[in-house]
């Protein structure tokens, strides 16, 4: 009896990317040998101290106000504080923003600046890189709530520097894994120093840093919760948990909604790239969100049989029709919408696929019977439909609605 070949594949190398390369050497750096990633004192830190004064600086003595900027609050705070106290404090707050695309190289390095000489600090690769090998763009309340996210950056370093043992980054990693997944979805404990109740982005971009092949960098939790909301529905066995949740929409969108031929992106966020983002960023209801959808799905379906043949490497992740297969539908159907009767000089009708997911999945798959030719309003109602119950892959379902709808537009 012959064993069933096994394929192996490698682990993605995630370090191709600056971010994750760049993370493990602040860690290393920083954490492990407790010295400073951003400036180039060789010192041992203090660690210990540093939060101390960091704890009573920056926390006890809060300026809650909100006409003063950040950087005039900061400024002020650590007006006289120990050297090693201000490398620690840029440290952290370079943490907060190094994954991030919308925070320039220049900014990055502002935050060593303000205390220490050009020559002190360090630059290259840690501050300048951008897409693809930054982790997100993270809107402007990641931007406004800075200093709650500094301070959660705060507790997670000051957890995992106080904690004994780590002598690699892989197991620093893995706790600093546990601790933002722990403070996402069961929330901080209220008697941690640099505790806050807030729910703070930068636990899912370190969640992400450090295990990014289980966790999405999806910086927001309301992002979270709005693509799990817009599109749950296309998963066939949706897992409750948000994360894996994540992962499975990728997966079956990846073939119609991916915008790459680099296999790379199939391990990076998507859901940002500018097809996907406008199918659910600020769609606030459930209605907006699948009126947008049902828009985009119509269009994808109606290029798909132009995209057939040549243009497969440029358009590779849309779906694909036969040309042939469309043109026979039309004609069994005469030009003609089967919910409506609209009809006008063969020209203008759709052809609609009762499944379109898995149309994408196996596009080489469909069969005549799976097409029907409705007219667009007809179209765009079908897709509104299937968004909110998947029985309206059902022909007989699906006509009986329409029919009922009658769309009056002939
Ligand atoms: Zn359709
Ligand atoms: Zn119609």
């Given at each position: 009896?012959?064993?069933?070949?096994?394929?192996?594949?490698?682990?993605?190398?995630?370090?191709?990317?600056?971010?994750?390369?760049?993370?493990?050497?602040?860690?290393?750096?920083?954490?492990?040998?407790?010295?400073?990633?951003i400036?180039?004192?060789?010192?041992?830190?203090?660690?210990?101290?540093?939060?101390?004064?960091?704890?009573?600086?920056?926390?006890?003595?809060?300026?809650?106000?909100?006409?003063?900027?950040?950087?005039?609050?900061?400024?002020?705070?650590?007006?006289?504080?120990?050297e090693?106290?201000?490398?620690?404090?840029?440290?952290?707050?370079y943490?907060?923003?190094?994954?991030?695309?919308?925070i320039?190289?220049?900014?990055?390095?502002?935050?060593?600046?303000?205390?220490?000489?050009?020559?002190?600090?360090?630059?290259?690769?840690?501050?300048?890189?951008?897409?693809?090998?930054?982790?997100?763009?993270p809107?402007?309340?990641?931007?406004?709530?800075?200093?709650?996210?500094?301070?959660?950056?705060?507790?997670?370093?000051?957890?995992?520097?106080?904690?004994?043992?780590?002598t690699?980054?892989?197991?620093?990693?893995?706790r600093?894994?546990?601790?933002?997944?722990?403070?996402?979805?069961?929330?901080?404990?209220?008697?941690?120093?640099?505790?806050?109740?807030?729910?703070?982005?930068?636990?899912?971009?370190?969640?992400?840093?450090?295990?990014p092949?289980?966790y999405?960098?999806?910086?927001?939790?309301?992002?979270?919760?709005?693509?799990?909301?817009?599109?749950?529905?296309?998963?066939?066995?949706?897992?409750?948990?948000?994360e894996?949740?994540?992962?499975?929409?990728?997966?079956?969108?990846?073939?119609?909604?991916g915008?790459?031929?680099?296999?790379?992106?199939?391990?990076?966020w998507?859901?940002?790239?500018?097809?996907?983002?406008?199918l659910?960023?600020?769609?606030?209801?459930?209605?907006?969100?699948?009126?947008?959808?049902?828009?985009?799905?119509?269009?994808?379906?109606?290029?798909?049989?132009?995209?057939e043949?040549a243009?497969?490497?440029?358009?590779?992740?849309?779906?694909?029709?036969?040309?042939?297969?469309?043109?026979?539908?039309?004609?069994?159907?005469?030009?003609?919408?089967?919910?409506?009767?609209?009809?006008?000089?063969?020209?203008?009708?759709?052809?609609?696929?009762?499944d379109?997911?898995?149309?994408?999945?196996?596009?080489?798959d469909?069969?005549?019977?799976?097409?029907?030719?409705?007219?667009?309003?007809?179209?765009?109602?079908?897709?509104?439909?299937?968004?909110?119950?998947?029985?309206?892959?059902?022909?007989?379902?699906?006509?009986?609605?329409?029919?009922?709808?009658?769309?009056?537009?002939?």
């Amino acid at each position: 009896m012959s064993l069933p070949q096994r394929r192996i594949t490698a682990p993605f190398d995630w370090g191709r990317f600056h971010s994750y390369r760049v993370f493990d050497e602040f860690l290393e750096r920083f954490v492990l040998q407790r010295k400073s990633y951003i400036t180039l004192h060789d010192g041992r830190l203090n660690l210990d101290a540093a939060w101390d004064d960091i704890e009573e600086r920056f926390i006890a003595a809060a300026d809650e106000s909100s006409d003063v900027v950040f950087e005039t609050k900061v400024l002020a705070q650590f007006d006289g504080a120990s050297e090693e106290t201000k490398i620690v404090f840029a440290n952290v707050e370079y943490l907060w923003a190094m994954p991030m695309e919308n925070i320039s190289a220049a900014k990055k390095r502002s935050y060593a600046q303000r205390w220490f000489r050009d020559r002190e600090t360090s630059s290259g690769e840690r501050f300048f890189f951008n897409d693809p090998h930054t982790i997100a763009n993270p809107g402007s309340w990641y931007l406004r709530n800075k200093y709650y996210e500094i301070v959660a950056a705060l507790r997670v370093l000051k957890l995992v520097t106080r904690e004994p043992g780590f002598t690699d980054v892989t197991a620093l990693k893995r706790r600093i894994a546990e601790i933002c997944h722990s403070a996402i979805y069961e929330g901080v404990p209220k008697g941690d120093t640099f505790a806050v109740e807030k729910v703070c982005g930068i636990h899912s971009a370190l969640l992400h840093l450090a295990d990014p092949d289980r966790y999405e960098s999806i910086i927001s939790a309301s992002h979270r919760n709005q693509i799990c909301a817009v599109f749950g529905h296309v998963v066939e066995n949706p897992s409750p948990d948000l994360e894996v949740l994540l992962k499975q929409i990728r997966a079956t969108l990846y073939p119609s909604h991916g915008v790459s031929e680099d296999p790379d992106f199939k391990y990076r966020w998507f859901f940002y790239s500018k097809d996907v983002r406008p199918l659910w960023i600020d769609k606030k209801t459930r209605k907006e969100q699948r009126v947008s959808s049902a828009i985009f799905d119509v269009r994808n379906e109606e290029e798909a049989a132009d995209l057939e043949g040549a243009k497969d490497e440029v358009t590779g992740h849309r779906i694909r029709r036969s040309a042939k297969l469309v043109k026979a539908a039309k004609e069994r159907d005469k030009y003609t919408c089967r919910a409506c009767n609209f009809h006008f000089q063969d020209q203008i009708v759709h052809v609609h696929h009762l499944d379109p997911i898995s149309e994408y999945k196996h596009p080489k798959d469909t069969k005549p019977q799976d097409l029907l030719t409705l007219c667009p309003t007809c179209h765009y109602l079908a897709h509104y439909w299937l968004r909110t119950d998947p029985q309206f892959k059902r022909l007989e379902v699906l006509l009986e609605m329409l029919k009922k709808l009658k769309p009056r537009c002939n």
